[in-house]
């Protein structure tokens, strides 16, 4: 038995046998077949053991298996190489009822890989820990839209943290301490960095021993992504499952373009556009049935013609073999233009970057917002908490970064990071990571619980259940206050030293909740009265608060 839930029934081909969730039964003794219950947006794996030996079957297999439901709906997934002559095919039914039929194909024709064929009766979901995939399906963002959706038109604001080294430097059990946190906190994505990219950092291959690290690509080093490492990702696949049973949404950037992780030059600025586009290809084979973002781009300007080309290649593979066309995007350097690649159909979102000094730049989301053809637009690394000094960045400064970007165009969502839980510390004491990046005194766990890591928490759950689709910013509805307005439907004000605020527009539901953006608690109720003008009260003085207008 599987132990998460997104891991939920794994079929062995050659075998016949089923594990996981739901009734089965193999028709002969030598059936390739096996009938089994798919749940709605629950993963579920096919295995493949191929009969030739390839010279790299990483880099030379292409095979796929296509899945068609009753109702004439084809979903085509990739296989991927899982070591040895192992290859395996990842699955979820985005229906609760009928029948899928699926076959295999390889472009060499494998006699182990080609030509199977089976069924699976898709069923409605029932996980004893429900999240809001597993309820509402995947994310997408709706062509010219702004916002996440779920698959059954759920709007959601993401609200994600940045522990970048998460896949290479953290343990299962130390994943589970995160995910645990955060849920709790309201974070439903965390950005990462797939593999370690540093082309000259070394250390010992631990995950538990100063200055170690996990190693995706062997080659890598040398500026080549050929020789994958199956058990590195064996081990993600672990790590992959506790987030995502905590309804935390892995944001996969394949091979970093910025810092890295300790500024060993970074190998997402050197690997052709050829490897970086297969492995963009290989995670969405491995990680595209479970809840995810593509972050193809990760802090750089890509403006160079190398990287335009590397990553519209990356985009354009996404593209092709992500069935459940899941979010992707490019997350740009503080110095970017931040609007390559603005017309690609492949692209969905841009992210800014705002350095890490403490600044308030809530401008640089406002100008992406104005970019056209329409993107998604967040600012995806504000200043981490206490990195560099303590107080850097600290307690409500990421509360007030949260609204003054969500306000000013950043409306996909929110973003925080903390120094030291992005390069996943081992302990304040761990040599090797550069002092004005890491948090002073701290270790990934204690910067776990810094202070500003409550408020993109609490944004995300006062603004839970709304209408936050096409919700724009606004500066007409107010004298000059931060507001995001969905006409007839709703009106988010921040007022960030709290006091009353005239509403000017007719467009602003009458009925309003006043909330302590410190605590999430709603300190007043009130209704405005029906006349061009009037005020609303946020009762307070000093201190901020959020006035959220609703047509109910």
């Known amino acids: 038995m599987m132990t998460y839930q997104h891991r939920s029934i794994v079929v062995l081909l050659l075998f016949a046998v089923c594990l996981g969730v739901g009734d089965f039964g193999a028709r002969d003794a030598n059936a390739t077949e096996v009938v089994t219950g798919c749940q709605q947006w629950q993963e579920v794996e096919l295995e493949f053991t191929a009969e030739k030996e390839a010279t790299n079957p990483y880099t030379d297999v292409e095979a796929w298996v296509d899945f068609t439901h009753d109702d004439g709906t084809v979903i085509r997934r990739q296989m991927f190489w899982d070591g040895g002559q192992t290859f395996r095919v990842r699955f979820a039914s985005p229906l609760s009822s009928g029948r899928w039929h699926w076959k295999s194909a390889d472009g060499g024709e494998d006699s182990g890989l080609h030509g199977k064929t089976g069924s699976f009766a898709a069923v409605q979901s029932k996980v004893d820990a ?34 970048w080294a998460l896949p ?9 301490t995160y995910a645990k946190d ?4 309201g974070y439903n994505a965390v950005l990462l960095m797939t593999v370690q990219p540093d082309l000259k950092t070394k250390g010992p291959r631990s ?16 500026g080549t ?5 199956p058990e590195y990702f064996q081990t993600f696949d672990q790590l992959v499952d506790v987030l995502t049973s905590h309804g935390i949404a892995p944001v996969y950037q394949p091979v970093f373009h910025g810092y890295g992780w300790k500024g060993g030059g970074t190998a997402g600025n050197v690997v052709s556009a050829e490897d970086y586009a297969r492995y963009c290809r290989y995670l969405v084979a491995r990680y595209g049935a479970r809840p995810a973002i593509w972050l193809v781009g990760g802090d750089g300007p890509a403006e160079k013609a190398s990287i335009v080309e590397q990553l519209d290649a990356a985009g354009t593979e996404i593209e092709k073999w992500d069935a459940y066309q899941q979010p992707t995007g490019i997350h740009y350097s503080p110095h970017a233009k931040n609007r390559t690649h603005q017309e690609k159909a492949w692209l969905d979102f841009q992210w800014c970057q705002t350095g890490h000094g403490g600044e308030h730049v809530a401008e640089r989301v406002a100008d992406m917002w104005r970019n056209r053809p329409v993107k998604a637009v967040a600012n995806g690394e504000p200043t981490y908490e206490n990195i560099g000094r303590t107080g850097n960045g600290a307690g409500w400064w990421q509360g007030h970064e949260a609204w003054c970007n969500l306000t000013a165009g950043g409306t996909m969502g929110v973003v925080y990071g903390a120094g030291s839980l992005w390069q996943w510390r081992l302990d304040a004491n761990e040599p090797g990571h550069a002092n004005w990046c890491t948090a002073p005194g701290a270790g990934w766990r204690e910067a776990l619980d810094f202070e500003g890591s409550k408020y993109p928490g609490i944004a ?14 606004n500066w007409d509805c107010t004298y000059g206050r931060r507001g995001l307005l969905v006409p007839g439907k709703l009106f988010v004000l921040y007022l960030p030293e709290g006091g009353n605020s005239a509403i000017l527009c007719k467009d602003v539901p009458r009925s309003y909740r006043v909330y302590d953006p410190k605590t999430g608690k709603v300190m007043a109720e009130g ?7 009037a005020q609303a009260k946020s009762d307070s003085s000093g201190e901020p608060r959020v006035l959220v207008f609703t047509a109910n």
Do not use: Y
């Open 168 to 176: 290479w430097r953290a343990t299962v059990d130390q994943v589970k």
């Open 182 to 185: 955060r849920h709790a906190k």
């Open 527 to 533: 209704t405005l009265e029906d006349k061009e003008t």
């Open 207 to 222: 995950r538990t021993e100063a200055e170690g690290f996990d190693v995706g690509f062997e080659d890598l080093p040398q």
């Open 460 to 473: 995300a759950k006062i603004l839970e259940g709304l209408p936050l689709a096409n919700m724009e910013p």
């Open 130 to 163: 429900p999240t809001a995939f597993t309820q509402h399906g995947f994310w997408s963002v709706p062509k010219n839209g702004r916002n996440l959706v779920h698959a059954d038109g759920t709007a959601r604001l993401l609200c994600a943290d940045t522990a």
């Open 225 to 229: 992504l050929t020789k994958l490492n």
